[in-house]
């Protein structure tokens, strides 16, 4: 009995089982992977913000990390507009897109929507986007397998510090091992993101280099803004006291000054003066540390969403519009994409291997949001098409559609049963020409002009027909001309219903031999019900008209 294959993980690394039923980079104060990190923010300057970003470079990426988790909290810009971005991504739904439409393919596709359907799975996806800042993240698979099965519990996000990248490449992620040596990652137990701003290492290629620059300058500029408020907010207290004032009158005078800014409020004696100065150029210095302020957090705005318009739009600002919010979407349909492949390749397909093996094909998962569909037009179109032999793949309906396939308990709203004919071979109506779009089209007008639409043989009879009786309009109208005339009018309706299904069917055939063998399976499908009732009256009125005729001239 041939062996089961061996599962591998994308860098051929055998997967042990055994391994994946424990948690391997939960945290713990007093080990190696510990939840308290350090402050390299505190007192940063130029130099220092140097230093720590070239040890991230040379593979050392801790204090940046540090530094990065910093900028979040302290600057609410930052968080805004990132935060902004990772979630307009993690709220968009994921659909599944079965590998075919085999049962067991399909089988597979309905489990992996099931488990989409976790509340905590916007979360999840949210923690993983983390690598939108930082470059990188790491997410922990927690596998249940309690009724022997495979299938992810939950997905939870590791601290990046805990992880390093291999010294040849400075590319391939490796975990921190209990005792703080590096080694590969487990296969099959975590999701690497990568989502960089920028080619080129994971370890440079996170938005927080950018913004660490523009977080330290206005660092700067709102310490120095604040100093210049303390200084110049407040009008200049002068105290003057009288001629021979005593030492105890001048501690008494400057008590008052000091603190009445604060206080509001002080006694001084009669002989002694407070005089208040206010500066005059307050105002313009004032709005130059606030536009130094404002001009930084454009630039943050622009390196995360790309664009500036829906976080500081400036009225009358050109561009201010439609233009940039179609720039932030770009960026989520490419987070959206990004976050799919990594998805697919380091969750879905692993979980699949896990439970079924490995496959030729997998199921993938689409990060997108749905345009709108028109349900009203591709049901119609469906509903012609199908039955003329039209082939459309069910799932492909079922993702249109937002449905899912019933299982073998549920309630079928209705099912339509169609036994169709055998196809015929498609060379009956000889080889193809090289132009056969041209060729159904030219077929389609002739058949329109020889029923009697403008520019038909029948059209134009009827045309000369009735010049003819307005040329005789004194004369005693015809019955058979009134017959055929009515027939005509009455005919038009029903034989433009028929054309329709078989315009229908010219149109979505690619060659002529296709469209025959369309139209002989929809022979008798086509509805010709009313234009045989309208013949059949006109028969019997033809046959009453000629009777009564006959009898007249008898009489």
């Not at 596998?143 to 390093?164: A, I, K, V």
């Not at 005509?488 to 055939?509: D, F, G, K, N, S």
């Amino acid at each position: 009995m041939p062996d089961k294959p061996r599962l591998l993980d994308r860098w051929g690394k055998p997967v042990r089982k055994r391994e994946l039923a424990r948690e391997i980079a939960a945290p713990t104060i007093t080990g190696i992977r510990s939840p308290i990190s350090g402050t390299p923010a505190d007192g940063l300057d130029p130099l220092r913000l140097a230093t720590i970003l070239r040890e991230a470079d040379q593979g050392d990426p801790v204090r940046y990390l540090e530094l990065a988790e910093i900028i979040e909290e302290r600057d609410p810009h930052y968080l805004a507009v990132l935060s902004t971005r990772k979630r307009s991504v993690a709220q968009i739904e994921i659909r599944v897109e079965a590998a075919s439409d085999e049962a067991e393919d399909v089988k597979i596709a309905d489990m992996i929507s099931d488990w989409l359907t976790r509340d905590e799975l916007t979360e999840e996806v949210f923690d993983i986007l983390d690598c939108i800042g930082k470059g990188y993240s790491f997410t922990e698979i927690i596998w249940d397998t309690s009724e022997g099965q495979w299938r992810p519990d939950r997905l939870e996000w590791r601290d990046p510090r805990w992880f390093r990248f291999a010294w040849h490449d400075l590319a391939t992620p490796m975990q921190l091992a209990d005792d703080g040596t590096h080694e590969p990652l487990t296969p099959f137990k975590f999701i690497f993101a990568r989502i960089g701003a920028k080619s080129g290492l994971a370890l440079r290629s996170g938005l927080a280099r950018v913004a660490a620059w523009g977080w330290m300058f206005k660092a700067f500029t709102q310490r120095d803004w604040a100093i210049f408020t303390q200084t110049y907010g407040q009008p200049l207290r002068i105290g003057k006291w009288a001629p021979g004032a005593s030492e105890d009158d001048k501690d008494t005078l400057f008590r008052a000054v000091a603190n009445i800014a604060g206080d509001c409020a002080g006694i001084i004696p009669d002989t002694m003066s407070i005089d208040f100065v206010e500066a005059k150029n307050v105002g313009s210095a004032h709005r130059l540390y606030k536009e130094r302020s404002d001009w930084l957090d454009q630039q943050i705005s622009k390196a995360v969403l790309g664009q500036t318009a829906t976080t500081d739009a400036v009225v009358g600002g050109l561009g201010s519009g439609r233009e940039h919010r179609e720039v932030q979407e770009d960026l989520e349909r490419a987070d959206a994409r990004a976050l799919a492949a990594i998805l697919n390749r380091d969750l879905i397909r692993p979980w699949v291997e896990l439970e079924y093996g490995p496959r030729p094909r997998y199921p993938r998962l689409v990060i997108a949001r749905r345009e709108p569909e028109d349900i009203a037009q591709l049901t119609a179109a469906l509903g012609t098409l199908v039955p003329l032999g039209f082939k459309v793949s069910a799932s492909e309906v079922r993702d249109k559609l937002g449905l899912t396939k019933p299982d073998a308990g549920d309630e079928i709203l209705g099912e339509i049963s169609a036994n169709p004919a055998p196809n015929p071979p498609a060379a009956a109506l000889g080889a193809e020409a090289p132009d056969q779009t041209s060729k159904i089209k030219r077929f389609s007008g002739e058949i329109k002009r020889y029923f009697g639409f403008p520019g038909g043989v029948a059209h134009q009879a009827a045309q000369t027909h009735s010049q003819g009786r307005s040329a005789r309009e004194a004369e005693t109208p015809d019955p058979a001309d009134l017959l055929a005339e009515r027939l005509a009018r009455e005919a038009h309706a029903p034989m433009q219903a028929m054309l329709e299904q078989i315009e229908t069917i010219l149109a979505a055939a690619s060659d002529l031999g296709e469209a025959q063998q369309m139209l002989l399976q929809a022979f008798g499908d086509i509805d010709h019900a009313p234009l045989a009732d309208l013949l059949a009256e006109a028969m019997m009125a033809a046959e009453a008209g000629g009777r009564a005729e006959v009898e007249a001239e008898r009489g």
